[in-house]
C-alpha cells in the first residue's frame, strides 16, 4: 500500500501511476479517467470552490448521483482542505428533509449538486417551511453543468494526518442526524489494516455497484482500493438494480478480483436471474466477495453460491465482514482463502452475558450466524456484558471497538459522544455479539436498528413519519423489523394502536403505509392493530416485545381477516379499461408479483419500494421514452392518474 499521510498526498502521489478509474454506464458504455486528470479536475475544481469562497476547514455536501461528477468534488475538497460530506439523493422527501436537517446541523456547508437537483430541493424547501435554508444553500451551490475550464488549479492545502477528513452521516439517522466525523489518519490506518488483513495488492481488480455515499462504496471500493495502486471500475446503482446481471458480466470482462453486495444484491440478482441457468460468466478469477452493510443471510449465501457455480466461482469467495462507518468501514475480516463458516444457535441463549447454546439445524428455535472473522490490524474489538465487563468466548454481548481507525467521535456531539465511548475509550457499536474461536458473531442489534435492503432505519424516524397518518399520534405506533424463519431480511412492521372494528382499520393501515413508502421509500409488509402498546417504566416503548409476540404468530388471526377485508374492496374495483391504461398495470403487475393490484389503487399503498418503484419507471421509460419522470410517480401514484398524465402528453406531442 502507498505509504501516504493523508489522502491529499495519496491523490498527489497517485497522479504518477498508470492507473485509471473506470466509469461504467452499459454495457459498452465506459469512460476512463486515469489517475492523474483525476488529480488534474481536482486542482480545477477546487479553484473554482475557492472562487467562491471555501476555505480550508468548510464543510461540503455532495448531493448528486453521477460517480464521476460526485469523486470529482470529493478530491477536490481533499486537495483543498475542505471537508466533504456526502449525502444521497435519494427520491423521497424524506431525502430531502434529511439533506436540509444535516445542512442546519453543519452551520453554513457549502452544496455541490447539478441544476435540476438544486432546483428541487429548494422548491421542497419552500413547501415544508425551510425557504430561508432552502435560498441559503442556492447561494453556497456549486453547480457541475456550468463547470466548463478546469486548466487552472486551485492553491492545495497539507492537511494533517489528524484534521476531519470527511464527515459519514448514518443512512438511517433522519430525525436527529449523527455525522461521523473520520480524520485522514483514521481512514488510512482502516486501509492499511485491510490491506494486510485481506492481502491486497496492486494487480486486484475491483468492481462496485455500492453507492458511493455508502461507506462500501466510498471507503471499500474506492479509496482503499485507491491507495493500493489498483486500476478501479464503478458500476452506477441504479445501473445494477435495472440491470443486476450486467454486474457478473462485466466482472468477467474485466477479470474481477474483488467484489461487494449485501443480502439485497444477492437477492435481487436472483430474482432477476429467475429460472434461467447461471449466465456463460467466467468467475473464477474473483477472490472475495464482500459481504456485509446488514445481518447476512446463510441461506442466501449458499443459495448464490450454488446458483453462480457453474460460472467457477469459489465459495472461500464469499467474505462475510463486519464493520461499520465508525470504525472507516473495516472492523473484522475472516482468513483469506476460508470458506465461511456458521454457528447454529438457540435463540432463548442469546441473552446478554449469558452463554449461547448451539442448536440442531433446522430444529425449533434455531438460528444460523455466520461468522465474520478477526480484527484486522490497527482495530480490537472486544464482547462485554451490561456493566462493561469483557466477557468469554461463546457468551452474547455488547461489541465494542478501538483503535487507529475508530472515530473519535460525532460532529458536535457532545450528550451523544459520551454516551457512545466508555470510560477507558471504547466505542459501543450497539450491536450484539459473541467471539468463537477467535472470530466474531454479530446475532443481533441493541438499538433496535431496521435493516432494509442494506440500510439502516431507526424506528422513530419511520414512526414520525406514520404518525402523520389521521388520527395518530406520539406513542400510538411503534415500528420494528420482524424477521420470521426463512426470511432473507427484516420484514418492515407496524404496530397500530386500535381498539375500535377491523373494519374501520383498513383506511389506517392503507394510509399508514402510503406515507411510509412515499416519505421514507420503504415498503412495509405489515401494519399490524394492537390493544395497547407495551412501554417500559421509563414511558419508552418496548419494540421488541411487539416483535416476539408478532413472531409467536399471536396476531396471524386479525392479519387473516383484515386480508379478507381488503380482498373485498378490490372486489368491487372496476376492470382497467382502455389500451395505455391496460399496458401500465401490466408493467405494475410484473414488478410487483403476488399482489392484486387495481388501476385506482395508490402504489404507496400497496408496498411500493424504492427499487420498485425504479423498476416500474425504467419499464415505463423503454416504452414511452423521456415522458414520464421518476418522480411523477410521486404525483400520479394510480396506474389510472399515471395513464390519463401520460395520455396527455402523448396527445400533446402528436398536436
Known amino acids: 500500500m502507498i505509504q501516504a499521510q493523508t489522502l491529499a498526498g495519496l491523490l498527489e502521489h497517485n497522479a504518477r501511476l498508470t492507473q485509471h ?46 460517480n464521476e461528477a460526485f469523486m470529482d468534488g470529493f478530491w477536490a475538497g481533499m486537495a483543498g482542505g475542505i471537508v466533504p460530506v456526502p449525502v444521497a439523493v435519494g427520491i423521497s422527501d424524506e431525502h430531502r428533509h434529511k439533506l436540509l436537517r444535516i445542512a442546519r446541523r453543519l452551520g453554513d456547508p457549502w452544496l455541490y449538486t447539478d441544476r435540476k437537483t438544486l432546483d428541487r430541493l429548494a422548491a421542497f424547501a ?42 459519514q452521516f448514518s443512512s438511517g439517522s433522519t430525525s436527529e442526524p449523527k455525522g461521523v466525523v473520520l480524520t485522514h489518519a483514521n481512514i488510512l490506518a482502516n486501509a492499511r489494516g485491510a490491506t494486510e488483513a485481506a492481502r491486497f495488492g496492486a494487480a486486484d481488480v475491483p468492481l462496485s455497484w455500492m453507492p458511493l455515499t455508502h461507506d462500501m462504496g466510498l471507503i471499500g471500493f474506492f479509496i482503499m482500493m485507491f491507495a493500493n495502486g489498483m486500476q478501479l471500475n464503478i458500476m452506477p446503482t441504479d445501473l445494477f438494480i435495472r440491470r443486476p446481471l450486467l454486474w457478473t458480466a462485466l466482472a468477467a470482462r474485466k477479470k474481477a478480483t474483488l467484489l461487494s453486495s449485501p443480502n439485497f444484491g444477492f437477492r435481487h440478482y436472483l430474482k432477476v436471474l429467475g429460472d434461467r441457468p447461471a449466465p456463460a460468466d467466467d468467475l473464477s478469477s474473483v477472490r472475495y466477495i464482500f459481504n456485509g452493510a446488514e445481518p447476512i443471510n446463510v441461506a442466501l449465501c449458499d443459495e448464490f453460491l450454488e446458483r453462480m457455480r457453474p460460472t467457477g466461482l469459489k465459495r472461500s469467495a464469499m467474505f462475510p465482514v463486519y464493520g461499520l462507518a465508525e470504525a472507516s468501514l473495516a472492523v473484522s475480516f475472516p482468513a483469506p482463502g476460508s470458506e465461511y463458516r456458521v454457528l447454529v444457535l438457540d435463540r432463548a441463549s442469546l441473552a446478554v452475558g449469558q452463554p449461547a447454546r448451539e442448536a440442531p439445524r433446522g430444529s425449533p428455535g434455531a438460528v444460523e450466524f455466520i461468522c465474520e472473522g478477526r480484527a484486522i490490524p490497527r482495530c480490537e474489538l472486544r464482547v462485554v456484558d451490561d456493566s462493561d465487563a469483557k466477557l468469554p468466548e461463546r457468551h452474547v454481548g455488547h461489541v465494542h471497538i478501538r483503535g487507529e481507525n475508530v472515530t473519535r467521535g460525532y460532529f458536535e456531539a457532545p450528550e451523544v459522544n459520551a454516551a457512545s465511548f466508555t470510560a477507558d475509550g471504547w466505542l459501543r457499536t450497539g450491536d450484539l455479539g459473541l467471539v468463537d474461536q477467535g472470530e466474531l458473531v454479530i446475532t443481533g442489534r441493541a438499538k433496535e436498528i431496521i435493516f432494509v435492503n442494506g440500510q439502516n432505519y431507526y424506528p422513530h ?7 402523520q397518518a389521521s388520527g395518530l399520534e406520539l406513542g400510538k405506533v411503534a415500528a420494528a423489523g420482524c424477521r420470521p424463519a426463512g426470511a432473507e431480511t427484516d420484514e418492515l412492521t407496524l404496530f397500530v394502536l386500535h381498539r375500535g372494528s377491523l373494519e374501520d382499520f383498513v383506511p389506517v393501515a392503507a394510509e399508514v403505509t402510503r406515507l411510509v413508502n412515499e416519505h421514507a421509500g420503504l415498503e412495509v409488509s405489515h401494519v399490524v392493530p394492537v390493544k395497547r402498546i407495551p412501554k417500559t417504566t421509563s414511558g419508552k416503548v418496548q419494540r421488541v416485545a411487539l416483535e416476539e409476540s408478532f413472531l409467536a404468530g399471536e396476531f396471524a388471526t386479525e392479519l387473516a381477516e383484515l386480508a379478507r377485508l381488503r380482498e373485498a374492496v378490490h372486489a368491487h374495483a372496476h376492470d382497467p379499461a382502455g389500451g395505455l391504461e391496460r399496458r401500465l398495470k401490466a408493467i405494475v403487475d410484473d414488478a410487483m408479483p403476488g399482489k ?57 406531442g402528436s398536436s
Open 596 to 652: 392484486r393490484i387495481e388501476v385506482d389503487d395508490n402504489l404507496f399503498e400497496i408496498g411500493a419500494s424504492s427499487l420498485t418503484l425504479i423498476q416500474i419507471h425504467e419499464q415505463i421509460d423503454r416504452e414511452f421514452p423521456g415522458l414520464v419522470d421518476l418522480t411523477e410517480l410521486f404525483d400520479y401514484p394510480t396506474v389510472a392518474q399515471l395513464s390519463r398524465h401520460l395520455q396527455s402528453k402523448l396527445a400533446a
Open 461 to 467: 424516524d419511520i414512526e414520525s413519519i406514520a404518525q
Open 126 to 167: 419552500d413547501t415544508c417551511g425551510e425557504a430561508a435554508l432552502g435560498q441559503r444553500l442556492r447561494s453556497r451551490a456549486f453547480l457541475i453543468d456550468q463547470l466548463e475550464d478546469v486548466s487552472r488549479p486551485g492553491r492545495p492545502a497539507s492537511p494533517r494526518p489528524e484534521d476531519p477528513a470527511f464527515i
Open 21 to 66: 478509474v473506470g466509469y461504467f454506464e452499459g454495457d459498452d458504455q465506459e469512460r476512463r479517467v486515469s489517475y492523474a486528470d483525476l488529480h488534474r479536475r481536482a486542482l480545477g475544481i477546487l479553484r473554482h470552490l475557492q472562487d467562491m469562497g471555501a476555505a480550508r476547514g468548510d464543510r461540503l455536501i455532495l448531493f448528486l448521483n453521477n
